[in-house]
Protein backbone atom coordinates (compact mmCIF):
# COMPACT_ATOMS: atom_id res chain seq x y z
CA UNK A 1 0.00 0.00 0.00
CA UNK A 2 1.41 3.06 -1.08
CA UNK A 3 1.79 6.50 1.42
CA UNK A 4 -1.06 8.26 -0.20
CA UNK A 5 -3.16 5.17 -0.32
CA UNK A 6 -2.69 4.43 3.69
CA UNK A 7 -3.40 7.61 4.57
CA UNK A 8 -6.84 7.72 3.06
CA UNK A 9 -7.85 4.48 4.56
CA UNK A 10 -6.34 6.42 7.92
CA UNK A 11 -8.86 9.60 7.20
CA UNK A 12 -11.41 7.70 6.84
CA UNK A 13 -10.72 5.85 10.07
CA UNK A 14 -9.89 9.74 12.06
CA UNK A 15 -12.99 11.60 10.45
CA UNK A 16 -15.47 12.15 13.31
CA UNK A 17 -18.91 11.08 12.36
CA UNK A 18 -17.41 7.99 10.28
CA UNK A 19 -17.84 4.79 12.38
CA UNK A 20 -17.25 1.14 11.34
CA UNK A 21 -20.89 0.87 9.51
CA UNK A 22 -20.92 3.98 8.05
CA UNK A 23 -17.57 3.48 6.65
CA UNK A 24 -18.05 0.09 5.25
CA UNK A 25 -21.40 1.72 3.61
CA UNK A 26 -19.41 4.36 2.40
CA UNK A 27 -17.03 1.67 0.67
CA UNK A 28 -19.35 0.02 -0.63
CA UNK A 29 -20.68 2.53 -2.70
CA UNK A 30 -17.49 4.65 -3.95
CA UNK A 31 -14.83 2.02 -3.65
CA UNK A 32 -11.41 2.97 -1.45
CA UNK A 33 -11.20 5.73 0.60
CA UNK A 34 -9.78 7.98 -2.33
CA UNK A 35 -12.45 7.37 -4.03
CA UNK A 36 -14.63 8.72 -0.94
CA UNK A 37 -12.71 11.94 -0.45
CA UNK A 38 -12.95 12.97 -4.30
CA UNK A 39 -16.72 12.57 -4.51
CA UNK A 40 -18.99 15.10 -5.14
CA UNK A 41 -20.96 16.65 -2.22
CA UNK A 42 -24.56 15.57 -4.18
CA UNK A 43 -22.99 12.18 -4.56
CA UNK A 44 -21.97 11.56 -0.94
CA UNK A 45 -25.29 13.49 0.09
CA UNK A 46 -27.24 10.17 -1.25
CA UNK A 47 -25.33 8.61 1.98
CA UNK A 48 -24.64 10.89 4.53
CA UNK A 49 -25.91 13.84 5.81
CA UNK A 50 -25.05 17.19 4.29
CA UNK A 51 -23.13 18.14 7.17
CA UNK A 52 -20.93 14.71 6.83
CA UNK A 53 -20.59 15.15 2.97
CA UNK A 54 -19.16 18.84 3.52
CA UNK A 55 -16.39 17.14 6.34
CA UNK A 56 -15.37 14.83 3.64
CA UNK A 57 -14.98 17.29 1.08
CA UNK A 58 -12.52 19.79 2.72
CA UNK A 59 -9.42 19.08 3.57
CA UNK A 60 -8.53 17.06 6.77
CA UNK A 61 -8.08 18.92 9.86
CA UNK A 62 -4.55 19.97 10.90
CA UNK A 63 -4.82 17.38 13.78
CA UNK A 64 -6.30 14.71 12.12
CA UNK A 65 -2.91 15.84 9.77
CA UNK A 66 -0.67 15.50 12.62
CA UNK A 67 -2.39 12.22 13.47
CA UNK A 68 -1.92 10.93 9.92
CA UNK A 69 2.08 11.58 9.87
CA UNK A 70 2.36 10.45 13.61
CA UNK A 71 1.12 7.03 12.21
CA UNK A 72 2.15 6.30 9.19
CA UNK A 73 6.28 6.67 10.83
CA UNK A 74 5.27 4.11 13.41
CA UNK A 75 4.37 1.48 10.89
CA UNK A 76 7.18 2.33 9.12
CA UNK A 77 9.57 1.93 11.75
CA UNK A 78 9.78 -1.92 12.10
CA UNK A 79 8.89 -4.46 10.27
CA UNK A 80 6.45 -6.14 11.94
CA UNK A 81 4.20 -4.05 12.52
CA UNK A 82 1.15 -3.55 9.28
CA UNK A 83 -1.58 -1.56 8.93
CA UNK A 84 -4.87 -4.28 7.20
CA UNK A 85 -7.85 -2.48 5.72
CA UNK A 86 -11.01 -4.05 4.80
CA UNK A 87 -9.63 -3.84 1.13
CA UNK A 88 -6.39 -6.28 2.27
CA UNK A 89 -6.70 -10.30 1.05
CA UNK A 90 -5.57 -10.46 4.31
CA UNK A 91 -8.30 -8.98 6.33
CA UNK A 92 -9.67 -11.84 9.15
CA UNK A 93 -12.79 -13.06 6.89
CA UNK A 94 -14.40 -14.20 10.19
CA UNK A 95 -14.49 -10.20 10.99
CA UNK A 96 -16.47 -9.37 7.64
CA UNK A 97 -19.66 -11.47 9.43
CA UNK A 98 -19.82 -8.90 11.59
CA UNK A 99 -22.32 -5.89 11.37
CA UNK A 100 -19.80 -3.59 11.78
CA UNK A 101 -16.45 -4.85 11.23
CA UNK A 102 -12.75 -2.60 12.35
CA UNK A 103 -12.37 0.03 9.28
CA UNK A 104 -8.87 -0.72 9.85
CA UNK A 105 -6.79 -3.07 12.38
CA UNK A 106 -3.34 -2.50 13.34
CA UNK A 107 -0.90 -5.63 13.78
CA UNK A 108 2.05 -6.20 15.64
CA UNK A 109 3.63 -9.57 15.62
CA UNK A 110 2.51 -12.22 13.71
CA UNK A 111 -0.04 -11.67 11.20
CA UNK A 112 0.03 -14.85 9.29
CA UNK A 113 -1.83 -15.78 12.27
CA UNK A 114 -4.96 -14.37 11.39
CA UNK A 115 -5.03 -17.21 8.92
CA UNK A 116 -5.25 -19.96 11.51
CA UNK A 117 -8.80 -21.27 13.45
CA UNK A 118 -9.11 -19.09 16.69
CA UNK A 119 -11.01 -19.65 20.03
CA UNK A 120 -11.67 -16.92 22.49
CA UNK A 121 -10.73 -17.41 26.51
CA UNK A 122 -12.04 -14.96 28.60
CA UNK A 123 -13.20 -14.78 31.95
CA UNK A 124 -13.12 -12.81 35.59
CA UNK A 125 -10.44 -10.06 36.19
CA UNK A 126 -10.99 -10.81 39.96
CA UNK A 127 -10.68 -14.83 39.15
CA UNK A 128 -9.37 -17.61 41.54
CA UNK A 129 -6.08 -19.07 41.43
CA UNK A 130 -7.62 -22.21 39.84
CA UNK A 131 -9.23 -20.18 37.69
CA UNK A 132 -6.10 -18.67 36.15
CA UNK A 133 -4.48 -22.78 36.37
CA UNK A 134 -7.46 -23.54 34.64
CA UNK A 135 -7.36 -20.93 31.56
CA UNK A 136 -3.54 -21.68 31.51
CA UNK A 137 -4.08 -24.97 30.96
CA UNK A 138 -6.92 -25.10 28.48
CA UNK A 139 -4.94 -22.79 26.54
CA UNK A 140 -1.70 -24.74 26.19
CA UNK A 141 -3.87 -27.83 25.34
CA UNK A 142 -6.05 -25.96 22.52
CA UNK A 143 -3.11 -24.29 21.20
CA UNK A 144 -1.27 -27.99 20.67
CA UNK A 145 -4.13 -28.51 19.34
CA UNK A 146 -4.12 -25.71 16.02
CA UNK A 147 -5.98 -22.99 18.08
CA UNK A 148 -4.93 -19.38 18.54
CA UNK A 149 -5.99 -18.59 21.63
CA UNK A 150 -7.93 -14.95 21.40
CA UNK A 151 -8.33 -12.87 24.57
CA UNK A 152 -8.08 -9.27 25.55
CA UNK A 153 -4.31 -8.66 27.62
CA UNK A 154 -6.46 -8.01 30.69
CA UNK A 155 -5.63 -9.04 34.04
CA UNK A 156 -6.80 -12.45 35.72
CA UNK A 157 -8.17 -15.10 32.98
CA UNK A 158 -6.97 -13.07 29.55
CA UNK A 159 -3.80 -13.45 31.03
CA UNK A 160 -3.77 -16.59 32.37
CA UNK A 161 -4.76 -17.23 28.43
CA UNK A 162 -2.11 -15.99 27.07
CA UNK A 163 0.50 -17.31 28.71
CA UNK A 164 -0.44 -21.16 28.33
CA UNK A 165 -0.90 -20.55 24.77
CA UNK A 166 2.85 -18.59 24.42
CA UNK A 167 3.63 -21.61 26.55
CA UNK A 168 2.49 -24.03 23.57
CA UNK A 169 4.08 -22.14 21.07
CA UNK A 170 7.32 -22.03 23.02
CA UNK A 171 6.66 -25.80 22.47
CA UNK A 172 6.89 -25.82 19.54
CA UNK A 173 3.39 -25.13 18.54
CA UNK A 174 2.24 -23.93 15.16
CA UNK A 175 -0.67 -21.82 16.51
CA UNK A 176 -0.21 -19.15 19.41
CA UNK A 177 -2.21 -16.17 21.09
CA UNK A 178 -3.64 -12.65 19.55
CA UNK A 179 -4.12 -10.09 21.98
CA UNK A 180 -6.96 -7.65 21.06
CA UNK A 181 -6.31 -4.48 22.67
CA UNK A 182 -8.82 -1.53 23.67
CA UNK A 183 -6.01 0.84 23.67
CA UNK A 184 -3.83 1.84 20.63
CA UNK A 185 -1.67 -1.00 19.46
CA UNK A 186 1.72 0.83 21.48
CA UNK A 187 -0.83 1.53 24.51
CA UNK A 188 -0.22 -1.44 27.23
CA UNK A 189 -2.93 -1.78 29.28
CA UNK A 190 -2.58 -2.24 32.15
CA UNK A 191 0.95 -1.08 32.24
CA UNK A 192 2.30 -4.62 34.39
CA UNK A 193 1.63 -6.34 31.36
CA UNK A 194 4.24 -4.91 29.38
CA UNK A 195 6.40 -8.24 29.37
CA UNK A 196 3.56 -10.15 28.70
CA UNK A 197 2.68 -7.61 25.46
CA UNK A 198 6.35 -8.00 24.30
CA UNK A 199 6.16 -11.91 24.81
CA UNK A 200 2.86 -11.77 22.60
CA UNK A 201 4.16 -9.28 20.14
CA UNK A 202 7.44 -11.68 20.04
CA UNK A 203 5.90 -15.20 19.50
CA UNK A 204 1.91 -14.01 18.85
CA UNK A 205 0.10 -11.08 17.83
CA UNK A 206 -1.19 -7.80 18.85
CA UNK A 207 -4.15 -6.38 17.26
CA UNK A 208 -5.78 -3.02 17.76
CA UNK A 209 -8.46 -0.85 15.90
CA UNK A 210 -7.44 2.68 17.38
CA UNK A 211 -4.44 4.46 16.30
CA UNK A 212 -1.52 4.40 18.12
CA UNK A 213 -1.68 6.18 21.05
CA UNK A 214 -5.02 5.88 21.90
CA UNK A 215 -5.00 5.83 25.84
CA UNK A 216 -6.95 3.13 28.19
CA UNK A 217 -10.83 4.95 27.41
CA UNK A 218 -13.83 2.70 29.32
CA UNK A 219 -15.89 3.17 25.91
CA UNK A 220 -13.43 1.66 23.90
CA UNK A 221 -13.31 -1.99 25.28
CA UNK A 222 -16.93 -3.25 24.76
CA UNK A 223 -15.88 -2.13 20.99
CA UNK A 224 -12.84 -4.68 21.73
CA UNK A 225 -14.83 -7.36 22.96
CA UNK A 226 -16.94 -7.49 19.29
CA UNK A 227 -13.34 -8.53 17.24
CA UNK A 228 -12.94 -11.17 20.60
CA UNK A 229 -15.97 -12.61 19.37
CA UNK A 230 -15.69 -11.92 15.90
CA UNK A 231 -12.20 -13.55 15.15
CA UNK A 232 -12.76 -16.60 17.13
CA UNK A 233 -14.50 -20.02 16.11
CA UNK A 234 -16.02 -19.98 19.62
CA UNK A 235 -15.92 -18.33 22.66
CA UNK A 236 -14.61 -19.94 26.55
CA UNK A 237 -15.84 -18.44 29.76
CA UNK A 238 -13.98 -19.95 32.48
CA UNK A 239 -14.71 -17.84 35.30
CA UNK A 240 -17.10 -15.01 35.21
CA UNK A 241 -19.44 -13.12 37.86
CA UNK A 242 -23.10 -12.38 36.90
CA UNK A 243 -22.27 -8.24 35.31
CA UNK A 244 -19.38 -9.67 33.94
CA UNK A 245 -17.66 -7.96 30.40
CA UNK A 246 -17.03 -11.77 29.67
CA UNK A 247 -21.37 -12.68 29.53
CA UNK A 248 -21.21 -9.80 26.85
CA UNK A 249 -18.24 -11.40 24.72
CA UNK A 250 -20.22 -14.95 24.75
CA UNK A 251 -23.20 -12.88 23.92
CA UNK A 252 -21.92 -11.61 20.96
CA UNK A 253 -20.64 -14.95 20.02
CA UNK A 254 -23.35 -16.56 20.12
CA UNK A 255 -25.21 -13.66 18.22
CA UNK A 256 -22.66 -14.29 15.10
CA UNK A 257 -23.32 -18.18 15.36
CA UNK A 258 -20.23 -18.85 17.40
CA UNK A 259 -19.61 -21.60 19.74
CA UNK A 260 -19.71 -20.39 23.62
CA UNK A 261 -18.73 -22.98 25.70
CA UNK A 262 -18.42 -22.21 29.56
CA UNK A 263 -16.14 -24.40 32.61
CA UNK A 264 -18.83 -25.37 35.66
CA UNK A 265 -17.48 -24.26 39.42
CA UNK A 266 -19.14 -24.67 42.75
CA UNK A 267 -22.52 -23.28 43.39
CA UNK A 268 -20.46 -20.98 46.03
CA UNK A 269 -18.11 -19.32 44.16
CA UNK A 270 -19.30 -15.59 42.74
CA UNK A 271 -17.40 -16.37 40.00
CA UNK A 272 -18.61 -19.45 38.81
CA UNK A 273 -22.13 -17.90 38.39
CA UNK A 274 -21.81 -16.02 35.04
CA UNK A 275 -20.65 -19.38 33.63
CA UNK A 276 -23.48 -21.54 34.74
CA UNK A 277 -26.10 -18.49 33.75
CA UNK A 278 -24.30 -19.14 30.50
CA UNK A 279 -24.83 -22.91 30.72
CA UNK A 280 -28.86 -22.29 31.94
CA UNK A 281 -28.73 -20.43 28.57
CA UNK A 282 -27.47 -23.02 25.84
CA UNK A 283 -23.49 -22.88 26.45
CA UNK A 284 -21.62 -25.97 26.29
CA UNK A 285 -20.69 -27.03 29.47
CA UNK A 286 -16.90 -28.26 29.19
CA UNK A 287 -14.61 -30.10 31.49
CA UNK A 288 -11.45 -30.58 29.28
CA UNK A 289 -10.11 -29.52 26.26
CA UNK A 290 -11.04 -32.27 24.52
CA UNK A 291 -14.25 -30.94 24.73
CA UNK A 292 -13.61 -28.10 23.24
CA UNK A 293 -11.74 -29.57 20.09
CA UNK A 294 -14.53 -32.45 19.50
CA UNK A 295 -17.03 -29.88 19.28
CA UNK A 296 -14.65 -27.94 16.89
CA UNK A 297 -14.13 -31.15 15.37
CA UNK A 298 -10.43 -31.04 15.95
CA UNK A 299 -8.22 -34.02 16.59
CA UNK A 300 -6.52 -34.01 20.02
CA UNK A 301 -2.81 -33.22 20.47
CA UNK A 302 -1.16 -36.37 20.75
CA UNK A 303 0.23 -35.21 24.86
CA UNK A 304 -3.54 -33.78 25.79
CA UNK A 305 -4.34 -34.35 29.39
CA UNK A 306 -7.29 -33.11 31.11
CA UNK A 307 -6.09 -29.86 33.60
CA UNK A 308 -7.07 -31.06 36.34
CA UNK A 309 -4.30 -33.93 35.90
CA UNK A 310 -1.38 -31.62 34.97
CA UNK A 311 -1.38 -30.44 38.96
CA UNK A 312 -1.55 -33.74 40.94
CA UNK A 313 -0.67 -33.32 44.14
CA UNK A 314 2.86 -34.96 45.51
CA UNK A 315 5.01 -34.09 48.21
CA UNK A 316 2.60 -34.32 51.13
CA UNK A 317 2.17 -36.38 54.23
CA UNK A 318 -0.89 -38.31 55.07
CA UNK A 319 -2.43 -35.89 57.17
CA UNK A 320 -2.01 -33.06 54.59
CA UNK A 321 -3.62 -36.01 52.18
CA UNK A 322 -6.48 -35.98 54.65
CA UNK A 323 -7.04 -32.34 55.07
CA UNK A 324 -7.29 -32.22 50.99
CA UNK A 325 -9.96 -34.98 51.04
CA UNK A 326 -12.27 -32.65 53.97
CA UNK A 327 -11.75 -30.04 51.37
CA UNK A 328 -13.31 -30.94 48.39
CA UNK A 329 -13.25 -28.80 45.60
CA UNK A 330 -15.59 -26.30 47.02
CA UNK A 331 -14.87 -23.47 49.11
CA UNK A 332 -14.95 -23.77 52.72
CA UNK A 333 -15.18 -21.32 56.01
CA UNK A 334 -12.44 -22.76 58.53
CA UNK A 335 -15.51 -23.08 61.39
CA UNK A 336 -16.40 -25.78 58.77
CA UNK A 337 -13.84 -27.33 57.67
CA UNK A 338 -12.97 -27.70 61.79
CA UNK A 339 -16.16 -29.89 62.23
CA UNK A 340 -15.40 -32.24 59.35
CA UNK A 341 -12.09 -32.60 60.83
CA UNK A 342 -12.94 -32.71 64.29
CA UNK A 343 -9.39 -30.39 64.84
CA UNK A 344 -9.15 -27.35 66.73
CA UNK A 345 -8.92 -23.90 64.49
CA UNK A 346 -5.50 -22.99 65.60
CA UNK A 347 -3.53 -25.98 64.20
CA UNK A 348 -5.82 -26.26 61.01
CA UNK A 349 -5.08 -22.77 60.46
CA UNK A 350 -1.09 -23.86 60.51
CA UNK A 351 -1.70 -26.60 58.64
CA UNK A 352 -3.70 -24.65 55.89
CA UNK A 353 -0.93 -22.06 55.60
CA UNK A 354 1.38 -24.94 54.56
CA UNK A 355 -0.75 -26.07 52.22
CA UNK A 356 -1.31 -22.71 50.87
CA UNK A 357 2.39 -22.04 50.38
CA UNK A 358 2.63 -25.62 49.00
CA UNK A 359 -0.18 -23.88 46.28
CA UNK A 360 -2.30 -26.55 47.22
CA UNK A 361 -4.77 -24.33 48.71
CA UNK A 362 -5.45 -21.22 48.06
CA UNK A 363 -7.40 -18.42 50.89
CA UNK A 364 -10.73 -16.77 49.71
CA UNK A 365 -12.15 -13.61 51.15
CA UNK A 366 -14.41 -14.40 54.35
CA UNK A 367 -11.45 -16.85 55.82
CA UNK A 368 -12.51 -19.16 53.13
CA UNK A 369 -10.30 -22.25 51.82
CA UNK A 370 -10.38 -23.72 48.19
CA UNK A 371 -8.66 -27.00 46.67
CA UNK A 372 -6.24 -26.46 43.86
CA UNK A 373 -5.00 -29.33 43.55
Not at 25 to 42: D, H, I, K, N
Not at 363 to 370: D, H, S, V
Amino acid sequence: MDPAERAAWLRLLLTPGIGPRTARMLLAAFGLPQAVFAAGRTALGRHVPAELSGVLRQPPAAAIEATIEKTQRWLDAAADRSLLTLADPDYPAALLECPDPPTVLFACGRRTLLATPALAIVGSRSCTQQGRETAEAFARTLTHGGLSIVSGLAVGIDAAAHRGALQAAEQGAGASTVAILGTGIDVVYPPGHRDLADAVRGRGLLLSEFVPGTPALARNFPRRNRIIAGLARGVLVVEAALRSGSLITARLAGELGREVFAIPGSIHSPTARGCHRLIKDGAKLVESAQDVLEELHLPAPATSRRPEEAAAPDGIGAEQSALLAALGHDPVDLDTLAQRCARDAGSLSAALLELELAQHVERLPGNRYQRLR
